[in-house]
């Protein structure tokens, strides 16, 4: 009690040198429970985002792909999934999906005809069964026409354009598409046939989030990709393994000897056909995140000829992107703490030996090594502890404050939000944190030096007074 009491009466005597002090540790609070909730709500909100918005929590595809599925698997688009339809309706029957859809993604060729010229276009497309992608992703904002009727305002079948590539289109092809226009859609066939499907402009959308993914991406229901691409064939093993290990080899003269080679006739009762949608994967979202891993032993378990992969995955290289900036952001914020916490430490080894003269009247009067170091911890717990609740009380309010949003730089807003704002979580680990760090931070920037000034004799260091 009585150690106190002098703590008590040192800290109202020596006013400004402590209030240094006390805004130090106040600041460095701040920035602990600021920074970890920042990268805290950055985490949780791209996790959200990515799964809300673009991959799902699962995404399925074939077992014989040989990369991971990635929002840009277009130019070489993944295998076909086999047997979709069994898929779906099994997701539809498990209680552990929220939503699913099938999406294909795939890129061709749109021409059309204005004022007597002719154009093509290149353009790259995800074919979707319209309500099921819009109920699991709500992304699209139409600017003019429909998303595949599904307001019942518009063409059942068809293709939606993104804003960006219409003006895209128009800028670098000089060619104007508005809802509406007649096109017709090119596409190149396994067998190496060109398909050509007339169609119409559904609309034009602009995405919600993740503009820089989904601005370069068209739509196309599955009715029209379907009728694109022919899809209708025979299952590989039904045919004569000759011929599959022909057509599969990597060596083009294998390829090109299929000319001059004789098979045995092939019984056609033997071939089965097959039904294709040309679905390359299928988006899962759940009823609960960490229903993930077992979701996945349920899939396995079917038996299923598919793969899976995790929404961190399947988002390509922008969950990597989200970490490496919320690793970054938590770098500076770290760094930026350090530098508070040396100065802290050095502004208290300074209190203390500049108090040398006062520690050595102390031990001349009798005071012990443990009485010292009381004092001057408790003088430290004192100041430091309500700095600390300073602190985190500002630090309440600020993240209160920036509870509906923080704005960002677009580009961060981008890959860490898919461009919303980002409100801050309210959680007490950074608080919890925070007062752990300031306790352990006073508590050594208080005993090393107090071991220093004790160790010196009670006449030296009152001689130094």
Not at 287 to 316: C, H, M, P
Not at 341 to 360: A, K, Q, S, Y
Not at 362 to 374: C, D, N, T, W
């Amino acid at each position: 009690m009585v150690a106190l009491q002098i703590a008590v009466r040192t800290l109202m005597r020596r006013k400004v040198r402590m209030l240094l002090i006390g805004l130090l540790v106040m600041l460095g609070t701040i920035l602990i429970i600021v920074g970890e909730t920042f990268t805290l709500s950055a985490g949780y909100y791209s996790k959200r985002s990515i799964i809300d918005h673009f991959t799902g929590d699962i995404i399925i595809y074939s077992d014989k792909a040989k990369e991971k599925p990635s929002p840009f698997s277009f130019t070489t688009p993944l295998p076909v999934i086999s047997n979709p339809a069994a898929i779906e309706l099994w997701l539809d029957s498990s209680s552990y999906v929220r939503h699913h859809v099938a999406i294909a993604q795939n890129y061709g060729l749109m021409s059309t005809d204005k004022n007597g010229k002719k154009q093509d276009v290149p353009f790259i497309f995800y074919a979707v069964e319209p309500k099921r992608y819009t109920d699991a992703f709500p992304n699209i904002d139409m600017i003019e026409g429909s998303f595949f009727n599904n307001d019942n305002n518009g063409p059942a079948d068809g293709v939606v354009l993104s804003e960006f590539q219409v003006k895209n289109y128009r800028d670098n092809y000089s060619t104007e598409f508005r809802s509406g226009d007649k096109v017709t859609l090119l596409s190149l066939s396994d067998g190496g046939s060109v398909n050509a499907l007339s169609s119409v402009i559904a609309g034009v959308y602009k995405p919600k989030y993740y503009s820089n993914v989904f601005n370069y991406i068209n739509f196309i229901n599955t009715a029209t990709y379907a009728k694109l691409y022919n899809f209708t064939g025979v299952q590989s093993e039904s045919m004569p393994q000759s011929l599959n290990d022909a057509l599969q080899s990597e060596n083009e003269d294998d390829i090109f000897g299929l000319a001059d080679a004789s098979f045995d006739s092939i019984a056609t009762s033997s071939l089965v056909k097959q039904e294709l949608t040309g679905y390359t994967l299928i988006a899962v979202q759940l009823n609960n995140a960490s229903d993930a891993k077992a979701f996945v032993n349920a899939l396995s378990q079917k038996g299923f000829a598919i793969k899976t992969a995790d929404w961190k995955e399947a988002s390509g290289f922008f969950a990597y992107i989200a970490d490496t900036i919320r690793a970054v952001i938590y770098s500076a914020t770290f760094l930026i703490f350090l530098i508070v916490v040396f100065i802290l430490m050095n502004t208290m080894i300074i209190n203390v030996l500049e108090r040398t003269g006062e520690i050595g009247t102390l031990r001349a009067i009798g005071g012990e090594k443990s009485f010292i170091m009381s004092i001057f911890l408790a003088e430290s717990f004192i100041l430091n502890g309500i700095a600390a609740v300073a602190g985190a009380s500002i630090s309440f309010v600020l993240i209160l404050f920036f509870s509906t949003g923080i704005m960002l730089p677009d580009i961060m807003q981008q890959y860490l939000t898919g461009g919303a704002v980002m409100p801050l979580l309210l959680s007490p680990l950074p608080f919890i944190e925070a007062l752990a760090i300031i306790l352990v931070v006073s508590t050594i920037a208080t005993i090393y030096p107090i071991k220093v000034a004790t160790a010196i004799t009670p006449l030296k260091a009152m001689s130094a007074k």
